[in-house]
């Protein structure tokens, strides 16, 4: 089962922006416009992290934070405002966030910020990824094609795990970069090229067929021989 996130902000156009960010990331998204919504929403749907605006109609975001802090202990906050004096970062987080983003933001930092709170927070619940004969476990690490087990390095598996949450969808590079090695990755330029042969020659060992392939110019895709 995937993680639910609870966005609140009043502002349709970011929170709509929001939404399709970390929707096509997999998450399950709920959205809320103003204090009460959100307090109800955290009552209701239980979400696992919840990214808050500050400046909200009605009741303000910090009054949102101190109560859902006092309500649910374990919650992840992620302050997400255009709110960027220290005093404010320090009010935010005195109100109970555990983090704090300045508004305007960069999406694949949001998403960084997101999984280490969720990390942060406890394993969610194991899934089974599947695609044709390829099958990963996200709570064991385990991959298999068929009944033959891979072992695959920790970003092997990250990356594949990537690929296997969006089949036959064509993943950029920056794509990649992003979700597998971080918003401030600035590492060798042809990692992921590095990356992808390294998963080819075991996931093809045996003369199993390609999964794995190359969209010139643009990216790679996890999709069958045709």
């Not at 696992?48 to 802090?69: A, I, K, Y």
């Not at 068929?146 to 993943?171: G, N, Y």
Request: glycine share 8%.
């Amino acid at each position: 089962m995937s993680s639910k996130i609870l966005i609140v902000e009043d502002e349709e156009q970011i929170a709509s922006f929001l939404r399709r960010g970390l929707s096509y990331e997999g998450y399950e998204v709920e959205t809320a416009a103003d204090g009460a919504s959100a307090l109800a929403k955290a009552r209701d749907a239980r979400p696992d992290l919840v990214v808050l605006d500050l400046m909200l109609p009605g009741m303000d975001g910090l009054e949102v934070c101190r109560r859902l802090r006092t309500a649910h202990s374990s919650l992840p906050i992620l302050i997400l405002t255009a709110r960027d004096s220290v005093s404010d970062r320090v009010q935010g987080l005195d109100a109970g966030s555990d983090d704090y983003m300045v508004k305007p933001f960069a999406l694949a930092e949001l998403l960084a910020r997101v999984r280490a709170l969720l990390r942060r927070a406890g394993p969610g619940e194991p899934e089974i990824l599947q695609f044709a004969d390829l099958r990963l476990d996200t709570g064991t690490r385990q991959v298999f094609r068929a009944e033959t087990r891979i072992e695959l390095t920790s970003k092997e598996f990250d990356l594949l795990e990537l690929f296997l949450r969006h089949p036959k969808q064509v993943l950029t590079r920056e794509t990649i970069y992003d979700r597998v090695w971080g918003y401030d990755f600035g590492g060798e330029s042809n990692i992921i090229e590095v990356y992808i042969r390294y998963l080819r020659q075991k996931l093809e060992a045996d003369g199993r067929s390609r999964l794995l392939f190359t969209v010139r110019g643009v990216g790679y895709v996890l999709r069958e021989e045709t």
